[in-house]
């Protein structure tokens, strides 16, 4: 069964600081793959996503992305963090490994930004 | 606006007390699904629907009922409530049913307690 992890619950940055957020799927098939972030008290909007397009996904808010078939990764940076950038992120899988129409999300990455 | 509405947003209930929660989009969009996000798990997706009465298991489906009448509406039903479907719930919705490469739209959440 397909399934999504998500390295580290908590991350930590400064503000200006690199942000990396890691994710890696299981799907030995390419799926579809997305980013989405949670604002506290908020529903998921996406931020990026790849459908077998290009590998470097560029997103909202100066996030990107890149799709790496060999490491089964899709992790997600941004160069200079920002303050506004503290919220919950969610990596998510669907496609054909998924068993149907069905999207499975990562347990989510908190990131916290200081000043 | 172009949005997915959930209602109510909090509601608290005993076990056993049947409920229905709403979920509307206005967005005349195919695939709609719900989600339960828990902490350190993330969202797992309960039931989805491709279409007006197309509708399928997710991952968690067990204790829980949908409907889709109406292609903009698909409310969750919780025929007996217990404990452990104390929750966080995501109503979502995207254009296509077929194409899983689709963003999803989310709804503002309802937070859901079982005693």
């Known amino acids: 069964a397909q399934s999504v992890t998500q390295l580290g619950s908590h991350v930590s940055v400064s503000e200006g600081a690199l942000v990396l957020l890691r994710c890696n799927y299981s799907?030995?098939?390419?799926?579809?793959l997305f980013w989405y972030v949670q604002y506290p008290n908020q529903g998921l909007q996406l931020l990026l996503k790849?459908?077998?397009?290009?590998?470097l996904v560029k997103g909202i808010n100066g996030f990107e992305a890149e799709f790496k078939k060999s490491e089964t990764s899709f992790h997600l940076t941004k160069p200079s963090a920002h303050m506004s950038d503290a919220a919950e992120y969610f990596c998510?899988?669907?496609?054909?490994?998924?068993?149907?129409?069905?999207?499975?999300f990562g347990a989510g990455t908190r990131l916290f930004v200081k000043a | 606006e172009a949005q997915v509405t959930q209602n109510p947003r909090y509601l608290i209930t005993v076990t056993g007390k049947k409920l229905t929660v709403t979920c509307s989009q206005n967005?005349?969009?195919?695939?709609m699904s719900w989600y339960r996000q828990d902490p350190g798990l993330g969202l797992r997706q309960i039931y989805y629907?491709?279409?007006?009465?197309?509708?399928d298991k997710g991952d968690v489906p067990e204790g829980y009922k949908v409907s889709r009448k109406e292609k903009r509406n698909f409310p969750l039903i919780l025929e007996s409530p217990s404990p452990n479907q104390t929750s966080l719930y995501f109503c979502?919705?995207?254009?296509?049913?077929?194409?899983?490469?689709?963003?999803?739209?989310f709804g503002p959440g309802t937070r859901l307690t079982v005693l």
């Open positions: 967005m005349n969009h195919e695939y």
């Open positions: 979502a919705s995207s254009y296509r049913a077929g194409g899983p490469s689709d963003t999803q739209y």
């Open positions: 998510a899988v669907s496609g054909p490994n998924t068993g149907g129409f069905k999207t499975i």
């Open positions: 629907s491709m279409n007006v009465e197309v509708t």
């Open positions: 790849y459908t077998s397009a290009a590998t």
């Open positions: 799907s030995s098939v390419p799926p579809y």
